[in-house]
């Protein structure tokens, strides 16, 4: 279902990504989801480790690689000027 809903946002806005609230404190700390769970499962661009970048990464579904398949993860620093238009995705509990 939160997939269905980031296709079609991406769809209906022309979004290019989103922050999915995966993040690590500092470069090379190991990744984090915004509540503090370690990450479990990656979905990383190309299916290979995406690197880290300089400073604090903060990590984004492009949707603009592969739409309606299962959305490529890309890690970009948090402060990098060239993001800070990007959505973010959030999940609720009902």
Excluded at 64 to 76: E, K, L, P, T
Aim: with cysteine; aromatic share 20%; glycine share 8%.
């Amino acid at each position: 279902m939160i997939f269905q809903f980031i296709v079609l946002y991406d769809v209906t806005f022309g979004a290019k990504a989103a922050w999915i609230g995966l993040h690590a404190k500092e470069e090379n700390a190991p990744y984090m989801w915004t509540d503090m769970t370690p990450l479990d499962f990656v979905y990383w661009e190309d299916d290979i480790f995406s690197p880290n970048p300089d400073g604090d990464p903060c990590v984004y579904r492009d949707f603009s690689v592969d739409v309606y398949g299962r959305g490529d993860w890309i890690a970009y620093n948090c402060s990098d000027p060239s993001i800070t238009g990007y959505g973010y995705v959030c999940q609720l509990s009902f």
